[in-house]
């Protein structure tokens, strides 16, 4: 059975890692012999670990993990915020990865001299590091390579677009109430993350400048004020949230002083990747260009 993955813990885990942004990329592990017993405690980790070909090493997951579908069979140790630290030492890894933000995790496991890996995810560059550096510790390094590859040959192709062109302003919403019929408050992507980073590939410019909030949050008068030229508003996969789409695009045509409404540019992308900070968040780039850009011919390669 999936585990439900709700917006507010989206959310926490998102600010968690704009919190981390100091930390530092990690390993705890002085062995040189290939690790063979790997547990990962994000899902975005998981998704790496896959990609880079780790499946009969992985042994253990979050109960968020559920990508891709052959991690439901695997043993679950608790989820992000409070894995099952007693499940993990019983499973007798040799390298338990993790995001550097879970601190917490990351001193009990160093207590109990389990080896560890501790990456950071809050950014696109964060990503491709922590790619990297799995690879690194897992001696996976020409599958983390060619994986780097794949991502670099899709940004390519994206700024080969849209380079030169003007550049609207885009707001992406990360949450927000959907019960009522007006927004009355969101979350937004602001200065510090990857869904920026993603507006600035894609051709567009973040309507929220301001540097001093990791993870904005507006009210009706802050949308206006920001005035966007695009809306982008971000929600998981159907089965992992349970927010009324039709009543969300209601929500947002009340926002009738909007330029992103008086144009019809109010976008919803529901997606399983579209929240987890993986090697699949660059398909959102491609996408996302799209949406900004609609009047390019997508279907031509750059030249």
């Given amino acids: 059975m999936r585990q439900f993955w709700p917006l507010i813990l989206f959310l926490i885990i998102f600010l968690l890692a704009l919190l981390g942004l100091n930390a530092t ?3 705890d592990n002085s062995s040189t012999i290939k690790p063979q017993r790997i547990i990962t405690l994000a899902p975005n980790i998981t998704e790496i670990a896959f990609a880079l070909d780790l499946d009969e090493e992985i042994i253990a997951v979050t109960k968020y993990c559920d990508y891709p579908n052959k991690v439901s069979s695997l043993p679950k140790v608790g989820g992000f915020i409070d894995p099952n630290i007693e499940a993990i030492v019983a499973l007798n890894p040799d390298l338990v990865i993790l995001v550097a933000s879970q601190q917490q995790t990351i001193t009990q496991l160093h207590q109990l001299n389990i080896p560890l890996l501790a990456v950071k995810n809050a950014t696109l560059v964060d990503i491709k590091n922590s790619i990297s550096a799995i690879g690194e510790a897992t001696q996976h390094q020409q599958q983390a390579q060619q994986l780097l590859a794949t991502i670099e040959q899709q940004i390519r192709f994206v700024n080969h677009k849209v380079s030169g062109l003007p550049r609207p302003k885009v707001m992406i919403s990360m949450g927000h109430s959907t019960n009522s019929e007006h927004v009355k408050s969101i979350y937004i992507a602001g200065q510090h993350d990857f869904y920026n980073d993603l507006i600035s590939l894609a051709g ?19 949308i206006l004020q920001l005035n966007p030229d695009i809306i982008i508003d971000i929600f998981p996969e159907a089965t992992d949230h349970n927010a009324d789409i039709a009543q ?12 992103a409404i008086k144009n019809n540019r109010v976008h919803i992308i529901e997606e399983n990747y579209a929240t987890i900070p993986g090697p699949r968040i660059f398909k959102l780039l491609t996408q996302m260009a799209k949406l900004i850009h609609p009047e390019l011919d997508w279907n031509t390669p750059s030249q």
Wanted: aromatic letters at 12%; proline letters at 3%; charged letters at 15%.
């Fill in 25 to 27: 990329t990690s390993l």
């Fill in 204 to 222: 567009g410019q973040n309507s929220y400048q301001n540097d001093y909030l990791k993870v904005p949050s507006l009210s009706i008068e802050g």
């Fill in 248 to 259: 969300i695009k209601r929500q947002w045509q009340n926002l009738v002083y909007v330029n």
